[in-house]
């Protein structure tokens, strides 16, 4: 398994949708993850922190399943202002290791 | 105020000038990193510097040569570039290394002819 893997995408929503990416992680060991966002031709963002179970935002759900080791992201009621590239991001274990950045999955919000 | 800045935010160059981008923070992070998002989007860390001290160094040609000067700053240079350096290069900051949120800068989209 990859260290970090994503469904690229791109995910085609209409606006209202709800829409859901998975991402899958190697490293067992991991205790805490992140979910960012890069717009077309802008620089990444935190969206999101998942430290145990799970994380909740507005319209935006977070969930961690160790067993399977998977990360979701939930969004509800897409809006046009969505559409941007999520990034599923893997700290490391250790201080001198780097961060793990997915491919992103491109989501494109219709109206 | 703008947190971490890049400079320049574009750079058209011919193969085999050298270049360097320049990276300030103003969050007074310790750590300090330099990332390469290619044309496939793919974003991959480079170097990483904790107060002034290289901690992360990644299979990165050794054309590429990172300099902080303090820990507010971290300058990438680019010796004798080749086609295959362009690419969108990112400067991040962090309070620590590791699990803490990194900000990014705005990108330096660089174009080797």
């Known amino acids: 398994r990859k260290e970090v893997e994503q469904d690229p995408g791109p995910f085609n929503v209409p606006e209202g949708a709800t829409v859901a990416f998975n991402c899958t992680y190697s490293?067992?060991?991991?205790?805490?993850f992140f979910w960012y966002r890069q717009d077309c031709r802008k620089e990444p963002k935190l969206l999101m922190s998942?430290?145990?179970s799970g994380n909740e935002d507005g319209r935006f759900t977070a969930q961690l399943n160790r067993a399977s080791q998977y990360i979701s992201l939930l969004i509800r009621d897409s809006k046009l202002s969505d559409s941007a590239t999520y990034l599923c991001v893997v700290p490391p274990n250790s201080g001198n290791t780097p961060l793990v950045f997915g491919k992103g999955t491109r989501l494109s919000v219709i109206a | 105020d703008t947190a971490v800045s890049q400079t320049p935010k574009y750079l058209v160059t011919q193969m085999g000038n050298d270049k360097s981008i320049k990276c300030e923070q103003n969050l007074g992070h310790d750590t300090m990193y330099w990332y390469k998002q290619d044309s496939k989007k793919f974003l991959k860390i480079m170097f990483s510097y904790n107060n002034k001290e290289l901690i992360i160094n990644e299979t990165v040609p050794n054309r590429f040569s990172p300099k902080s000067p303090d820990k507010a700053h971290l300058n990438l240079h680019i010796n004798s570039l080749e086609l295959g350096d362009s690419a969108v290069y990112f400067c991040?900051?962090?309070?620590?290394?590791?699990?803490?949120?990194?900000?990014f800068g705005p990108g330096t989209r660089l174009l080797v002819l």
């Open positions: 991040a900051s962090s309070q620590a290394g590791g699990v803490e949120t990194q900000y």
């Open positions: 490293n067992s060991a991991s205790q805490s």
């Open positions: 998942v430290y145990s």
